[in-house]
């Protein structure tokens, strides 16, 4: 209703991701880039605000920039330590090249909202850190944990059939 509320131009790139990523989406590449389009508006109208920053993270991450990715989570927690969901993107960005960098961000992310509604995907994103690490049976132990939290997320299982098949127990 108000074309010059950043915020709510962050918040749809959001949904948008959120589409893609649980393949809620018929055309994900179109999705990504109509993502991306949707956050560079709200960065137009305020690039102080952290749910754009943070929207910005997570479509620059599903279009290819890494970079760009990380940049704007980092300047959504400057400006929002408090900011949970940019953590978790951070983490996520980080997971495969500085695993342990992104396990410190998840936990620091899980001190500061002991009891985040994605608490189950925080302690996900220290599973794939581990997995990402060759540390399988802390990957399997946090994946566990994250299973307790939630059991209808199918990247949990992914992660623990993975470790699982590292330390060659298949069955």
């Not at 990504?32 to 943070?54: F, H, K, W, Y």
Request: net charge negative; aromatic share 8%.
């Amino acid at each position: 209703l108000d074309p010059t509320f950043a915020t709510a131009a962050g918040l749809e790139a959001l949904a948008r991701f959120t589409l893609i990523t649980y393949l809620w989406e018929p055309d994900p590449a179109r999705a990504a880039v109509e993502a991306l389009r949707v956050a560079e508006i709200g960065l137009a109208l305020d690039e102080e605000d952290p749910s754009v920053q943070t929207a910005v993270g997570f479509a620059s991450g599903i279009n290819g920039d890494h970079a760009r990715e990380i940049a704007s989570f980092e300047r959504a927690i400057e400006l929002n330590p408090s900011l949970t969901i940019a953590y978790e993107g951070l983490a996520g960005a980080l997971c495969a090249e500085r695993p342990d960098d992104a396990i410190r961000i998840s936990e620091k992310a899980i001190r500061l909202s002991p009891r985040d509604p994605h608490m189950y995907f925080l302690v996900h994103r220290i599973a794939v850190a581990h997995l990402m690490a060759g540390r399988y049976e802390d990957a399997v132990a946090r994946d566990e944990e994250a299973l307790r939290l939630r059991t209808d997320q199918p990247q949990i299982y992914r992660v623990l059939a993975a470790a699982y098949g590292y330390l060659g127990r298949s069955a």
